[in-house]
């Protein structure tokens, strides 16, 4: 019987197909097509494009919008009653998923705007930039915050500038879908984002001239797990059910925040 997979692999015959480890074969992805591996860079091509059944050869289902917030204090049944509600939403609102910051509006977005006073330089306007392919709830709650928290020139000098329309250059560009699409994104190798930040802002690299060149800026960054994340940053008693299950810090412990903060000039 061929592996539930390969139904996403229409490119390889399926009746070919077997499943079972190859240690020898380098960046195997352990599939067999007759005696040939196959490659983890074709199976995931094919997985993503191709024409019948790959993920960028249909468009993308719409983000769902919450008519109101989760009461999460009135949930009793630990996660099971947590997906029994959700089960609930899917179906009443027939849409593709959810995203973290409409099932957990506003408090998933507080914390991100919070995290932004108590790190963002505020003796300058602030500007904000969303990219993605949200409905406009991020940005809501992000302003909603800064006007009850932030001080009121900080407020009104600031600009929020959202881009739905964002895209990258490449085969089935773009990979940042329009308002409203859901997308895809891939793993985030953190500690190599941290190392081209630092690169690219000049941290890492010595001046035999000082002299010759602008101050050298250093930037602060901080990697946190979701649950470090909103522990800091946000109120997890928000998102707490009645038995102490907290799905936004139990169920969310794959993603990780980056924080890069501009700090002083180096002398």
């Not at 494009?49 to 109101?68: E, I, M, Q, T, W």
């Amino acid at each position: 019987m061929a592996p539930a997979f390969s139904a996403h692999v229409p490119a390889l015959r399926r009746g070919a197909l077997r499943a079972r480890w190859i240690p020898a074969a380098l960046f195997s992805s352990g599939i067999l097509a007759g005696d040939k591996p196959i490659l983890v860079r074709d199976f995931v091509r094919s997985a993503l494009y191709d024409p019948n059944h790959g993920y960028f050869s249909k468009r993308a289902g719409p983000v769902g919008v919450l008519d109101a917030s989760i009461r999460f204090n009135q949930l009793e049944g630990g996660r099971s009653a947590y997906m029994q509600h959700l089960d609930k939403l899917y179906k009443k609102h027939d849409i593709a998923w959810f995203t973290p910051v409409e099932l957990f509006k506003p408090w998933y977005a507080y914390a991100i705007a919070a995290s932004i006073l108590r790190t963002a330089n505020l003796s300058v306007p602030l500007k904000i930039y969303e990219i993605g392919g949200g409905s406009g709830t991020c940005a809501k709650c992000i302003l909603d915050y800064m006007m009850l928290n932030a001080p009121p020139k900080v407020y009104n000098d600031m600009k929020y500038i959202y881009l739905p329309d964002v895209s990258i250059p490449g085969d089935r560009a773009p990979l940042v879908s329009s308002k409203g699409d859901a997308d895809i994104f891939f793993p985030t190798d953190f500690r190599l984002l941290e190392q081209i930040d630092h690169n690219c802002s000049g941290f890492s690299k010595e001046q035999k001239n000082p002299g010759a060149f602008k101050p050298v800026k250093k930037r602060r960054t901080i990697i946190l797990d979701t649950a470090a994340f909103m522990e800091e940053f946000g109120l997890p008693l928000k998102t707490r059910t009645k038995d102490g299950y907290n799905p936004l810090l139990d169920d969310f412990k794959n993603t990780k925040f980056y924080l890069s903060v501009p700090t002083h000039n180096r002398k």
